[in-house]
């Protein structure tokens, strides 16, 4: 019996040896990346503040930015897209300029008033500097994909300072209903140390409170689905609208340093008719007083249209703190309808609208653990679950595989991208079928 077990234990410690040793490494290279990134993003949106009329120069930042993926980048131009393919469908070492490019061009966004977010860079970042680890040292091929998946986890938490949400997020991005459970320590271990790692460069986080969270009760568990269901249609909105923007200008522009260009021409003039302060860059300061004090119907529309144009247009930058800001401020105008502080529902936005749009709700839940507190546990978890079950088959990543569909008569094992052409080819059989049948 006994020597059953040493082979099972010596497995064990092995196996977490040499992945504890690895993930520390991508943790270092990661959490550094992270650090440095969000410094810089820190100073681009000082600097904006302090002259609000770099809008107008938004449009050549863009095309600047276009210019340099189209002649260094085409290779890395997929983003987050590309690492869930190369973890699913390994092809090539992820090349490092990634890394330089979606900071440059994170950075330029956020300098000249485009709004976005900043996870898309910090993921993108980790994968590519992860990828580099295996290209270096003499691992397997199936290391990989745990490095992959080991960086986007660091990218995610050091960003939010949300380790445990950072390693569920690496886990769970990658196919709407499955895990990965082989890839847990590598996440796990990552996400930690590089979440410190970033903490002793001297990040720091923002802080969201909620003062009072009701005891759960029958309206309040209700209130938590009705809430849910709207957060989880705002984020299909919100990937929908996006894709279709960046579909439609990739049909009319060839050319792809223009789409920026134009789109940049376009944000610069809405936000000089409007007082669009608030809508542009990450959007913390409205983000944080959605906690405070109600806001207005206009802010949940503004940021969406603004975030929409930028990401659809093709500037760079991520989708979640923008997701954020769209589903606290949503949260916080639903509250007087469904009898809820709006300090906890502006919570359960924060989360669930990300939960719908990126497919995440486990990762969204343990989110709001972190940043909220346990007390929201159970009005979090239902809202993140409901808006997963109401945004379908819809994503801000296309290249998600749907490892267990939401609903009968949609294919697994496809990646989402691939689903509305299959789709429509499956109607057009249907159609022309359909006489001879009867």
Same mark, same amino acid.
């Given at each position: +019996? +006994?020597?059953?077990?040493?082979?099972?234990?010596?497995?064990?410690?092995?196996?977490?040896?040499?992945?504890?040793?690895?993930?520390?490494?991508?943790?270092?290279?990661?959490?550094?990346?992270?650090?440095?990134?969000?410094?810089?993003?820190?100073?681009?949106? &000082?600097?904006?503040?302090?002259?609000?009329?770099?809008?107008?120069?938004?449009?050549? $930042?863009?095309?600047?930015?276009?210019?340099?993926?189209?002649?260094?980048?085409?290779?890395?131009?997929?983003?987050?897209?590309?690492?869930?393919?190369?973890?699913?469908?390994?092809?090539?070492?992820?090349?490092? &300029?990634?890394?330089?490019?979606?900071?440059?061009?994170?950075?330029?966004?956020?300098?000249?008033?485009?709004?976005?977010? &900043?996870?898309?860079? =910090?993921?993108?970042?980790?994968?590519?500097?992860a990828d580099q680890v295996h290209k270096v040292l003499p691992l397997q091929p199936e290391d990989r994909r745990m490095l992959l998946m080991a960086g986007i986890s660091v990218g995610f938490a050091s960003v939010f300072g949300t380790p445990l949400a950072g390693a569920i997020f690496g886990l769970e991005m990658l196919a709407i209903g499955r895990l990965r459970y082989d890839a847990i320590l590598p996440c796990l271990a990552a996400a930690i140390l590089g979440d410190q790692a970033s903490l002793l460069w001297g990040v720091h986080h923002t802080f969201y409170r909620i003062p009072f969270i009701p005891a759960l009760d029958a309206w309040g568990l209700c209130a938590s689905v009705l809430a849910g269901a709207a957060f989880g249609l705002t984020g299909k909105l919100f990937a929908e609208s996006v894709h279709w923007l960046a579909d439609c200008l990739?049909?009319?522009?060839?050319?792809?340093?223009?789409?920026?260009?134009?789109?940049?021409?376009?944000? =610069?003039?809405?936000?000089?008719?409007?007082?669009?302060?608030?809508?542009?860059?990450? $959007?913390?300061?409205?983000?944080?007083?959605?906690?405070?004090?109600?806001?207005?119907?206009?802010?949940?529309?503004?940021?969406?249209?603004?975030?929409?144009?930028?990401?659809?247009?093709?500037?760079?930058?991520?989708?979640?703190?923008?997701?954020?800001? @769209?589903?606290?401020?949503?949260?916080?105008?639903? =509250?007087?309808?469904?009898?809820?502080?709006?300090?906890?529902?502006? $919570?359960?936005?924060?989360?669930?609208?990300?939960?719908?749009?990126?497919?995440?709700?486990?990762?969204?839940?343990?989110?709001?653990?972190?940043?909220?507190?346990?007390?929201?546990?159970?009005?979090?978890?239902?809202?993140?679950?409901?808006?997963?079950?109401?945004?379908?088959?819809?994503? @801000?990543?296309?290249?998600?595989?749907?490892?267990? =569909?939401?609903?009968?008569?949609?294919?697994?094992?496809?990646?989402?991208?691939?689903?509305?052409?299959?789709?429509?080819?499956?109607?057009?059989?249907?159609?022309?079928? $359909?006489?001879?049948?009867?």
């Open positions: +019996m +006994m020597q059953r077990k040493l082979p099972a234990l010596s497995f064990a410690l092995s196996f977490i040896g040499k992945w504890s040793l690895l993930s520390a490494l991508v943790a270092a290279l990661s959490g550094t990346a992270s650090a440095f990134f969000l410094f810089a993003l820190e100073q681009a949106t &000082r600097t904006r503040l302090a002259h609000p009329w770099l809008i107008w120069l938004l449009p050549l $930042g863009g095309f600047a930015v276009g210019m340099a993926y189209l002649r260094l980048g085409k290779e890395v131009e997929g983003g987050n897209n590309l690492l869930i393919d190369e973890i699913h469908d390994p092809q090539k070492t992820v090349p490092l &300029r990634m890394v330089p490019l979606v900071l440059t061009g994170t950075v330029v966004t956020h300098l000249f008033g485009g709004s976005a977010g &900043r996870e898309g860079t =910090a993921v993108q970042m980790g994968g590519a500097l990739r049909r009319r522009i060839a050319f792809a340093p223009l789409r920026p260009l134009i789109g940049g021409g376009a944000i =610069a003039v809405a936000a000089s008719l409007m007082d669009a302060r608030a809508y542009l860059g990450l $959007g913390i300061p409205t983000l944080v007083s959605a906690f405070q004090q109600p806001l207005s119907p206009y802010d949940v529309i503004g940021k969406l249209g603004f975030t929409v144009a930028t990401l659809g247009s093709g500037f760079k930058g991520g989708e979640v703190t923008p997701l954020f800001y @769209i589903g606290a401020a949503l949260g916080n105008m639903l =509250a007087p309808l469904l009898h809820l502080p709006f300090p906890l529902l502006a $919570g359960m936005g924060f989360v669930a609208v990300f939960a719908g749009a990126a497919n995440t709700p486990l990762a969204s839940t343990v989110m709001a653990l972190e940043l909220f507190g346990s007390e929201i546990g159970v009005y979090a978890g239902m809202a993140c679950v409901v808006a997963y079950l109401f945004s379908g088959h819809s994503s @801000i990543y296309r290249a998600q595989r749907i490892g267990v =569909a939401k609903r009968r008569g949609v294919p697994e094992n496809i990646r989402l991208a691939d689903w509305p052409a299959l789709r429509q080819a499956t109607r057009r059989k249907q159609e022309t079928s $359909g006489p001879d049948a009867g």
